[in-house]
């Protein structure tokens, strides 16, 4: 999926910046045949370097009718490749019940959903459209066949703003009486870390993030703690400047992952997209990060 963004919630983590267009209904966006050539042309020049494939768009994939078609295109040519990779897709979940999305379930290996607090921290947190509300996720994850619910697992980014945490007790007790429900057991656990569109946040580590994972491992959920692995650098078919703030669009990247990633000449040309005020070079833990500037027209950039 390219911008505008679309998706149910507006959380203020979202890596992709603020929702454009909030809603649940979906619609055509992409087509398969251009997937399946560049993922192809991308196995050809680099093989088959990758664990995983992420279905995540801009925003909600499955707001996009073509994704179950999408994700088949994708397995169909890992399997012709030989690639050992699971693929899983990110989503709010929805769309799940419905009929058009539910081939997706048989397809991928793991559907994960952002479920970061209940009642009024939800609102803060991923200030949700009115209808997105907490009882109908649960309604649809509930009619889901039990085997393929064993498929969702549900991801918690831990985070601070303005004095909530949803890391508090409380928070987390609401939280878990509503997964608990849905009989859902797996868990990724995550802290934001890198910036995002909206000023203040504050990750949680240390102390306050080995404790709430102990909290859901003595409730019984199976709790993967998600961590940064090194990985190859990628050779590119396409062009470079292209590649890099595709990526960029997604999520903002920090000097050591560009380099990982597209080595020193993506460095290199991530400087210079900052002089050509295409990028923003942000502090942000520490670390330096380079981020799309929320004011660039894309499809003027595009069309150059
Ligand atoms: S659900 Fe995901 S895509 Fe949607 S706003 Fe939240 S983080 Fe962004």
Redesign the pocket.
Known sequence: MLPP?R?P???I??P?GR?SIKTMKPTMLIDPETVKKEIEEFIQVNGCIFRNILLWGY??PLLNYHTPLVAKTIRDIINQYGCKSSIRI?T?GYTLGEKWASPILDIVDEVII?FDAAEDTRQVI?DPMNNAKTSLLIKILKSIPKTYRRKIAFEINLLKINGIKNSDPPTLDELTSHIGSTGIVKIYLKTINRPSWKQMIKPVRGKLFARVKDYLVDKGYIVKECISEKHNTIVLSSDLEEALINHLLRKPLSTDEIRATYGDKGVVLAEKMVLENLLDKILWGQKLFFKVKQTIDLYKWIGR
């Open positions: 963004k998706c919630h507006n959380c983590y979202c992709l929702t925003g909600d990110r709010t952002p991923n």
